[in-house]
């Protein structure tokens, strides 16, 4: 029997959840540390943000351990905004509450398998992440091996791993060294674009930019990047990029390398000293172009999914 209850979130909860956040990833600089004020604004205050969802362990009192569970659509602007997804955000115990951790997840599936959907996503960046973006590993905010008790938590429930990143960083002591593509191009930077609700509430708090790379009229490029202010503990902000592309027939022509320096110079004359990124584990190209520019890997990030049909 747990010696322990389990309690739908109420605010008077916050400010211990956020001390149990904070000292689980404290080792973590690319993790922004909470307040109650910073959790309010860039979590709470987002439209499909629903209490019920939010799930708090306590003994005798004392907060150890909170999952939230939530049904929201991608916030992407590639995602349907019509179409909502049941996915776990957050999960936090300290590896020695692993029955805590167990028993938060199981009663967060639960909730979720009202939804009546087939697949329930965990820390996942394949239908967007709108709560914590930015906040969690910039733009790929997954759930990191270097908290394998959350891992084993999402294992025992039955989450398999469905996909791997590798987040990566750079200290950017100096301004970059600018990088020359083969052929002229017009770079153009300008706020990104919010193409439906769920993503600009995605990125409440942040100014999310696109910066194009153009041979002409044509765009042969882009790189999506943004500042984070909130990463306290590493002193100064943080430009993340959360996307990268450039058109099939214009690569191989050191566009991407010049779309990256040419962000990374503009981060830093706004004060951005780290930069960090994540992609594929499998993206042997992308890899090649960041660590050549001076990106060198920081943590491995695992997206997990449950199939509602195995679960008793």
């Known amino acids: 029997m747990a010696d322990f209850e389990i309690d739908i979130y109420h605010r008077d909860d916050l400010e211990a959840m956020l001390a149990l956040y904070n000292a689980e990833t404290a080792f973590e600089p ?6 109650p004020d910073r959790f309010i604004t860039l979590v709470e205050s987002k439209s499909y943000f629903d209490p019920q969802g939010v799930l708090v362990a306590r003994r005798h009192g004392q907060v150890i ?20 997804v049941p996915r776990i955000r957050m999960l ?25 959907q087939t697949q329930i996503l965990a820390l996942h960046a394949q239908a967007g992440y709108p709560f914590y973006r930015g906040l969690w590993f910039g733009g790929e905010p ?31 002591d100096k301004p970059p060294q600018p990088s020359a593509a083969a052929i002229v191009l017009e ?14 509430e995605s990125w409440i708090g942040f ?30 902000p943080c430009m993340n990029i959360w996307g990268l592309g ?9 566009i991407a390398s010049t779309l990256i320096a040419h962000a990374l ?34 943590t491995v990030l695992v997206g997990r999914t449950l199939d509602i049909s195995t679960v008793k």
């Open 187 to 200: 770079m153009v930077e300008a706020p990104a674009e919010m193409r439906h609700e769920p993503m600009r």
């Open 30 to 35: 690319y993790i922004a540390p909470l307040d």
């Open 265 to 298: 110079t503009s981060a830093y004359r706004q004060g951005a000293r780290y930069a960090s990124v994540g992609t594929q584990l499998w993206n042997e190209p992308a890899h090649a172009t960041y660590v050549a520019m001076g990106f060198r890997p920081h």
């Open 246 to 254: 450039v058109r099939e027939e214009h690569r191989r022509k050191g």
């Open 142 to 172: 997954m759930g990191a091996t270097s908290i394998p008790h959350m891992q084993m938590a999402l294992q025992v429930n039955g989450f398999a791993n469905t996909q791997e990143s590798i987040f990566i960083t750079k200290t950017l």
């Open 207 to 236: 100014t999310p930019l696109r910066t194009r790379a153009y041979i002409g009229d044509e765009e042969a490029g882009s790189i999506s990047w943004v500042l984070i202010p909130y990463l306290d503990r590493l002193g100064a």
């Open 65 to 84: 351990g909170w999952i939230h569970a939530c049904v929201a659509p991608g916030s992407e602007g590639r995602h349907d905004p019509a179409n909502p």
């Open 92 to 116: 936090i115990f300290p590896r020695h509450e692993l029955k805590a951790g167990y028993t938060l997840t199981r009663e967060a599936v639960g909730w979720l398998k009202k939804t009546g």
